[in-house]
């Protein structure tokens, strides 16, 4: 089993930031790829959405409304992945979720999900 903690979330002015962390524990051989996702709760039947990833060689990937102002980095001796978020827009406002992908023995991988995170920005 694999636990996820997210935190870091809160209620921001538009143009602030905010760093969320997500730390991985349990049984964990290792981590392949780790990412944060985020849903609009208020806007009904909206996917959700990437926000970021990164892989274990550090390979980043970003949405388009990511780019420039989020950066998504990570500690492998703590399990764990940041989203640094700075210059936010009232459309940012959403629950972010990490996933990570983990290999619990060689040739065992899955999908793990955070219980989320609300990140808010007022305008």
């Known amino acids: 089993q694999v636990q996820l903690v997210e935190s870091g979330g809160g209620l921001v002015q538009a143009g602030g930031s905010l760093r969320l962390s997500c730390a991985a524990s349990?049984?964990?051989?290792?981590?392949?790829?780790m990412g944060w996702y985020r849903q609009d709760r208020q806007a009904p039947g909206k996917q959700r959405e990437l926000?970021?990833?990164?892989?274990?060689?550090?390979?980043?990937n970003y949405a388009d409304s990511a780019k420039g102002r989020f950066t998504i980095s990570r500690d492998n001796a703590k399990n764990t992945v940041y989203l640094q978020m700075n210059s936010l827009k009232p459309e940012d406002t959403a629950v972010y979720y990490c996933?990570?992908?983990?290999?619990?023995?060689?040739?065992?991988?899955?999908?793990?999900w955070g219980q989320g995170t609300q990140v808010t920005v007022s305008s």
């Open positions: 349990g049984s964990i051989f290792s981590i392949d790829s």
């Open positions: 926000v970021a990833t990164v892989t274990s060689g550090g390979t980043t």
């Open positions: 996933s990570v992908r983990v290999t619990i023995v060689p040739g065992l991988r899955n999908n793990y």
